[in-house]
């Protein structure tokens, strides 16, 4: 089977940096994926790693350690509209299988 | 820009019923999925479909079935619905099953009473 680990809510003040970290135990692992939904939207697509490294779009990065089974998402300078929850997935197989998903962080950002 | 459209965002539905839950794809995308989302479990695979006429079961296909007659719908099917289907219904295509990005649609609350 596969699971995945990240933290269930996460507090951070606005301006500030956060990162919300991911593992995940699955054989045939392939790439991690994060994903952002705000209450009451559809989650949407951020990143993918499938190589070790960081990855960086704007004030998002994302890391992925294939050693350590782990991975994180980083948001740089909070703002108030980055409260959303994050859900990091891991694909398997080369891609061929469907992304598993992890249960999701919920980010609450406070002036 | 990829667009899913999920024909009811709210819904109310006796147990017992048969309930169908339509999704759309403007993408062109062999790739289609209907997930579940509880709170605390986050996002759960009920079916996904690589091609038309074509379904595979996810985690948790019991009590659902799917409809993939065409390439750009699919359907969910509950074909007696029970108090513990009630739950947001999402569905999602992509290029390739887990290497390309997923677009969602906007959901389908559904209550069973």
């Known amino acids: 089977g596969q699971s995945l680990e990240q933290p269930s809510e996460v507090t951070a003040v606005e301006g500030a940096i956060v990162q919300i970290n991911c593992t995940y135990q699955?054989?045939?692992?392939?790439?991690l994926s994060w994903y952002q939904q705000h209450d009451g939207g559809a989650p949407t697509f951020l990143s993918y790693n499938a190589l070790d490294g960081l990855e960086e779009t704007g004030r998002f990065s994302s890391f992925l350690s294939r050693s350590d089974s782990y991975g994180y998402l980083l948001l740089q300078e909070l703002q108030m509209k980055d409260s959303a929850s994050y859900f990091c997935?891991?694909?398997?197989?080369?891609?061929?299988?469907?992304?598993?998903f992890g249960k999701g962080t919920r980010l609450s950002v406070i002036a | 820009d990829v667009k899913v459209t999920q024909s009811s965002r709210y819904l109310v539905k006796r147990t017992g019923e048969k309930v169908f839950l339509e999704c759309v794809q403007d993408?062109?995308?062999?790739?289609m999925f209907w997930y579940r989302q509880d709170p605390g479990l986050g996002l759960r695979l009920i079916y996904f479909s690589y091609d038309v006429k074509m379904k595979e079961k996810g985690d948790i296909p019991e009590g659902y079935s799917v409809s993939r007659e065409k390439k750009e719908r699919f359907s969910l099917i509950l074909e007696s619905a029970s108090t513990n289907q009630t739950s947001m219904y999402l569905c999602?295509?992509?290029?390739?099953?887990?290497?390309?990005?997923?677009?969602f649609g906007n959901g389908t609350r559904l209550t069973v009473t």
């Open positions: 997935a891991v694909g398997r197989n080369s891609g061929n299988t469907p992304l598993v």
């Open positions: 993408m062109d995308h062999e790739n």
């Open positions: 999602a295509s992509s290029l390739n099953p887990g290497n390309s990005p997923l677009h």
């Open positions: 699955t054989s045939g692992f392939y790439g």
